[in-house]
């Protein structure tokens, strides 16, 4: 957290505390709970660490793929559980060569949840296999169930995603793709320090894939990673990003058809400074939503993500739920912009459509994509998904009792809400 931050809300706090409450919501002209200009937790968050660290290694010269990409693999790897760590450009590019290195051949199917980010599915895709959309169920996960009837002769691995940080059923999906021979990869990029019966994301199949985009909960702006514990799929990853090479033979040998994704030791000094907040950063999400939890979790219409016991820990890189319009008493749209009125930034950045749905697989000219129907994802994208970002985690303890404060209020007056078209 910044000084500039935190003296910030203290003042403003202490200035803008709304002196009556009533008269109903903000949106319709009552007082809001929290006054707009008293700040939530800034992100990305940075301090004085991060400055010098950055400024270290650039007037060192050294700027180029060395000493700190090794030590933020090496730590990355430690947090994961991971034996291998390979940094990359981007958790977009880390999953297509997570593809390559899987060795995906024209025509190779891999299971992919309906709904994500799109790089899920078109990592597959750009690398020349086919994703197969599968439906997620109530863990707004891929659906274990459902993967069996998507398998057909050509399907040759899954990759899962940890929608918010809350690690999929890796025990059944991995029986289902241990019993089929399939190969499993995970999507981690909401995953850093996830955990799945102590265990770390990224290593719960043979290699899993991480982003470090500023939205991300660990970031340098762009950045990825790929980790795994099986050295061939390592090392094959390892060659993809440096250009084809191979370790112990000479610079200018390549045996891979690779690409240059290396990282830079700029982005690297920013990972390592970040990455000593994150345990903490981690530690602090998990308690607020904890808070978050008890307090919201007996609202009718209101559905939260749900946990597993078998999460060792859960990043959170969103606080997820479903409006249920029917029961809450309005729909989503209505709910983001009565709680917006009441000093909360929900995101209205949530998915729109299932990934089947975006023009670029829906308008495929296979017409593979037409008749793909994934209901739960449906009702996420299009009716009931929203998220609270990492960062308002990050908030004080009183900060989580605002937000229930807002939510209850929301849900009290839902009926109330204008129409938000
Ligand atoms: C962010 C993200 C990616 C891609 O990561 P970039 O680093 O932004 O390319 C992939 N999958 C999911 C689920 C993501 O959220």
């Known amino acids: 957290m910044t000084l500039r931050y935190q003296a910030s809300r203290i003042i403003k706090g202490a200035l803008y505390r709304p002196k009556t409450r009533g008269g109903g919501l903000a949106i319709n002209g009552g007082t809001p709970v929290r006054d707009k200009r008293v700040p939530w937790p800034p992100w990305p968050s940075f301090d004085l660490k ?3 660290e950055l400024i270290r290694t650039f007037e060192s010269g050294k700027w180029w793929y060395g000493e700190k990409v090794k030590e933020f693999e090496s730590r990355f790897a430690a947090l994961q ?16 060569i997570a593809m390559q290195a899987h060795g995906i051949k024209p025509g190779d ?4 949840p309906a709904f994500s980010f799109v790089a899920t599915a078109t990592a597959v895709a750009r ?4 994703p197969v959309f599968v439906d997620v169920d109530s863990s707004w996960c891929l659906d274990p169930d459902a993967i069996e009837a998507a398998i057909t002769s050509r399907t040759t691995g899954v990759l899962p995603v940890h929608f918010g940080g809350r690690v999929a059923d890796m025990d059944k999906i991995r029986a289902v793709a241990d019993r089929r021979g399939l190969r499993v990869y995970e999507d981690a990029a909401h995953a850093w320090g996830s955990a799945w019966k102590g265990k770390g994301a990224g290593v719960l199949g043979r290699g899993g894939v991480f982003s470090f985009q500023m939205f991300k909960n660990l ?3 762009e950045g990825g990673a790929i980790t795994s514990d ?4 390592a090392d094959k990853c390892r060659s993809i990003v440096n250009c084809g090479r191979v370790k112990s033979k000479a610079w200018y040998y390549h045996a891979e058809l690779g690409t240059n994704a290396r990282i830079t030791e700029l982005q690297a000094s920013l990972l390592l400074t970040q990455l000593d907040k994150l345990p903490a950063q981690t530690a602090r999400r998990e308690r607020n939503a904890a808070i978050l939890d008890r307090g919201l979790s007996d609202i009718e219409g209101f559905v939260l993500q749900p946990g597993d016991g078998r999460i060792s820990r859960r990043s959170y890189h969103f606080y997820a739920f479903r409006i249920d319009a029917e029961r809450f008493g309005c729909d989503r749209m209505q709910f983001v912009k009565a709680c917006q009125a009441e000093g909360l930034p929900v995101t209205e950045m949530y998915y729109p459509e299932p990934l089947y749905r975006q023009p670029v697989f829906y308008e495929h000219p296979s017409g593979d994509y037409r008749n793909v129907k994934c209901p739960v994802a449906e009702d996420l994208a299009w009716k009931s998904a929203i998220w609270l970002n990492h960062w308002l985690l990050l908030g004080s303890e009183s900060d ?3 937000i229930v404060e807002i939510i209850r209020k929301v849900k009290t007056y839902a009926t109330e809400i204008p129409s938000a078209k």
């Open 109 to 112: 199917e891999v299971l992919v």
């Open 81 to 96: 559980d991971a034996k291998y760590c390979i940094t990359c450009s981007t958790g977009t590019i880390g999953l297509e």
């Open 230 to 233: 099986d050295e061939e799929f």
């Open 400 to 402: 989580m009792h605002q």
């Open 219 to 221: 970031t340098a702006g």
């Open 127 to 130: 690398m020349g296999g086919k």
């Open 50 to 52: 991060d400055r010098l």
